[in-house]
């Protein structure tokens, strides 16, 4: 990132290196400005020099919590919800229950005439009759073998089928009970609730005409209950920001039809797998709704309050790349510029976090970096070439 924008000001950069150059060349009367001095790391401009005007500082500030947004959008809270689709075929006739409508467990939302449930309930009807007469002829075998009549495998077998018909009564009237049906054959298939909540969703009409296999994946429910005082947030959290994150952090989301209010929520979840193709992560959290303001598929945005820890913030105008490394220009006293060597950290788009080599409060450079890094290294070669004429002439 800091490369890029330092590639975006050198343009800006060279402009205002030729300008000062021009100043410098054309005839005024006046000797040049004196150059500029390194002494050790540190660079000194004559007092009044010309390019200082185009070399602008600011001071270093204390690093502050950071908040950090990621998109997020509103659905119905999984744990709090049921899709009721029908277990038989038949015609829908009548609909006690709609949209907005508040329901407890076990009350009708629907009633549904099903020759396909009334096959149920007569095979339950069926098992029924047959137990009554698996008990009455294991009541005959009894009393035959206690009287010596009946063998002993014969009142096994009569046991058996005893048994039997009891378990197959069983399986049909727990698939008779299980959908809300009665013991009578009468082919009425009460569609209930299974959870206490509101109806959120209703898809279906008087006298439609329903069959199971039309309710495949993806399909609407007949009904959707839910608790929309309790909704579930889908973030999608950037690979930058995964350490934000995790089961049980608090958070705050930020609806888009709400700019100017903030909801708490609470992270629940969060996944393992990053997608390919927006190179993000699922992560779920959980936000009251208890004042009915959010609706499922409001968009917005979660915050997360990062603090990154000591340091100084500065612009990312200040840091110069050069062969993988990061350097700041320092000036300690006024005209003065020193290079420093650190690493940063990225709090924004524009702003980074030295974590060493500088004190809240330091002058750092932020314009025309890379001119000063020009000046710094011209400084360097001509002591470098003095210093070799220096042990020549000793020779």
């Known amino acids: 990132m800091v490369s890029k924008r330092l590639l975006c000001l050198t343009p800006a950069i060279t402009l205002v290196a030729l300008l000062l150059a021009g100043c410098q060349d054309a005839p005024s009367g006046q000797p040049p400005p004196a150059r500029p001095i390194l002494t050790g790391t540190t660079l000194r401009f004559p007092t009044g020099h010309p390019q200082l005007s185009a070399l602008k500082t600011v001071a270093a500030e204390p690093a502050r919590p950071v908040n950090v947004d990621m998109p997020a959008r509103v659905i119905w809270d999984e744990d709090r919800t049921q899709r009721?689709?029908?277990?038989?075929?038949?015609?829908?006739?009548?609909?006690?229950?709609?949209?907005?409508?508040?329901?407890?467990?076990?009350?009708?939302?629907?009633?549904?005439?099903?020759?396909?449930?009334?096959?149920?309930?007569?095979?339950?009807?069926?098992?029924?009759?047959?137990?009554?007469?698996?008990?009455?002829?294991?009541?005959?075998?009894?009393?035959?073998?206690?009287?010596?009549?009946?063998?002993?495998?014969?009142?096994?077998?009569?046991?058996?089928?005893?048994?039997?018909?009891?378990?197959?009564?069983?399986?049909?009237?727990?698939?008779?009970?299980?959908?809300?049906?009665?013991?009578?054959?009468?082919?009425?298939?009460?569609?209930?609730?299974?959870?206490?909540?509101?109806?959120?969703?209703?898809?279906?009409?008087?006298?439609?005409?329903?069959?199971?296999?039309?309710?495949?994946?993806?399909?609407?429910?007949?009904?959707?209950?839910?608790?929309?005082?309790?909704?579930?947030?889908?973030?999608?959290?950037?690979?930058?920001?995964?350490?934000?994150?995790?089961?049980?952090?608090?958070?705050?989301?930020?609806?888009n039809a709400y700019p100017d209010r903030s909801f708490p929520a609470e992270i629940t979840a969060v996944g393992d797998a990053i997608d390919p193709f927006t190179r993000t992560l699922k992560v779920r959290a959980r936000v009251d709704n208890t004042a009915r303001l959010l609706k499922v598929e409001m968009l917005g945005r979660v915050r997360v309050s990062q603090f990154p820890g000591q340091g100084a913030v500065v612009p990312a105008s200040a840091v110069v790349s050069q062969d993988n490394t990061h350097w700041i220009y320092v000036s300690p006293n006024p005209g003065e510029f020193e290079p420093r060597q650190t690493e940063i950290t990225y709090l924004g788009s524009d702003r980074v976090l030295i974590r060493d080599a500088l004190r809240t409060g330091e002058q750092v450079l932020v314009e025309n970096t890379l001119l000063l890094a020009r000046i710094y290294r011209g400084a360097a070669d001509a002591n470098e070439r003095a210093s070799t004429s220096g042990r020549g002439a000793a020779r």
């Open 84 to 255: 009721i689709y029908p277990a038989f075929s038949g015609r829908i006739s009548a609909i006690r229950a709609d949209v907005g409508s508040r329901v407890a467990v076990g009350q009708v939302l629907a009633e549904l005439a099903s020759p396909e449930f009334g096959v149920a309930q007569a095979d339950a009807s069926r098992a029924r009759a047959d137990l009554v007469q698996a008990n009455r002829q294991l009541d005959r075998v009894r009393d035959l073998h206690t009287i010596g009549i009946a063998a002993r495998k014969e009142l096994e077998q009569a046991e058996t089928d005893a048994l039997r018909a009891q378990t197959e009564l069983d399986r049909t009237q727990a698939r008779t009970r299980l959908y809300g049906g009665s013991e009578a054959i009468n082919q009425r298939l009460a569609i209930t609730a299974g959870i206490t909540g509101v109806v959120v969703e209703r898809n279906l009409n008087p006298g439609q005409e329903l069959r199971p296999e039309q309710f495949g994946p993806g399909s609407s429910a007949l009904f959707v209950l839910t608790d929309p005082t309790q909704l579930w947030l889908q973030v999608d959290v950037r690979e930058g920001d995964l350490s934000q994150v995790e089961p049980g952090r608090r958070v705050e989301f930020i609806a």
